[in-house]
């Protein structure tokens, strides 16, 4: 068994319920990164937490005190060698952006350290997204030759076309948690996890007291507009399928990987 493939058997996703709150939490030894078969675990335990009766809300988190998501996985990114394997790796990134959207539960996004990428995209796709002031984001796509497709209809619902175009063009440079608060992916900011986690709590308990029928009701309301979401993300995974195997975009995720 190669290294490549150990490296993208490794990380977990696990979910708890308490007094009507599901809390989901990924987690990767690479900075939280998000290879396919992870990716497949998210967006099942999404669907699951929307489907239980049990739960009114969801609490979506990565584990540790750093990196919320590095994004794609550069080792299983450089081990795709054809268009098919490509469009299926970067449709693990659209699945759980549209399981998100499709989720009747209101998703609250727990971002507690950099977002990278794939990232900025599921913590766009959260209804409400708390962060401390080191969740820096940067979507570093072009600079591996690649765009960010799959993820931009979030960033952009989110952030809006000005904002999303900065982050896409100038792929090499972070932006704050205060720009990106600003620019609305993230609701508050705080100096310190425990902060942060306790309005976390605090709006969690609220929700999950509330109507969970007008909840639904609200935020399918919120997302409308998005209903084509699935045959749009899947022709932007093939976009970006297609363009991981060149010359270029390989080339310069070995750079990547070689820092």
């Not at 299926?88 to 959207?101: Q, W």
């Not at 619902?157 to 993230?186: H, I, P, V």
């Amino acid at each position: 068994m190669s290294e490549t493939k150990d490296k993208t058997q490794l990380g977990a996703v696990t979910t708890t319920i308490e007094s009507k709150v599901a809390t989901i939490t990924f987690y990767h030894p690479a900075h939280n990164s998000l290879p396919g078969k992870l990716l497949a675990k998210l967006r099942e335990a999404i669907d699951e937490a929307g489907n239980n009766d049990q739960v009114n809300v969801i609490i979506l988190k990565s584990a540790g005190d750093r990196t919320f998501c590095a994004g794609a996985s550069f080792d299983e990114l450089i081990a795709i060698d054809n268009l098919e394997v490509g469009k299926t790796f970067f449709m693990g990134f659209a699945n759980v952006i549209n399981a998100c959207r499709k989720c009747p539960k209101i998703i609250i996004g727990r971002v507690q350290g950099k977002a990278v990428g794939g990232g900025v995209g599921v913590a766009s796709a959260t209804d409400y997204c708390f962060a401390t002031k080191f969740a820096a984001v940067k979507l570093s796509e072009l600079a591996v030759g690649i765009g960010p497709f799959v993820v931009g209809p979030a960033v952009e619902r989110k952030l809006g076309t000005s904002a999303m175009t900065q982050l896409a063009y100038n792929a090499t440079e972070w932006r704050s948690a205060d720009w990106a608060c600003t620019n609305g992916l993230f609701a508050s900011i705080y100096d310190s996890v425990e902060e942060m986690d306790s309005a976390i709590e605090e709006l969690a308990q609220k929700l999950a007291n509330s109507n969970p029928e007008a909840m639904r009701m609200m935020k399918k309301a919120f997302w409308s507009g998005t209903e084509h979401w699935d045959e749009l993300l899947a022709e932007r995974a093939a976009m970006s399928g297609q363009l991981v195997l060149s010359d270029f975009t390989r080339n310069a995720i070995q750079k990547f990987k070689s820092k």
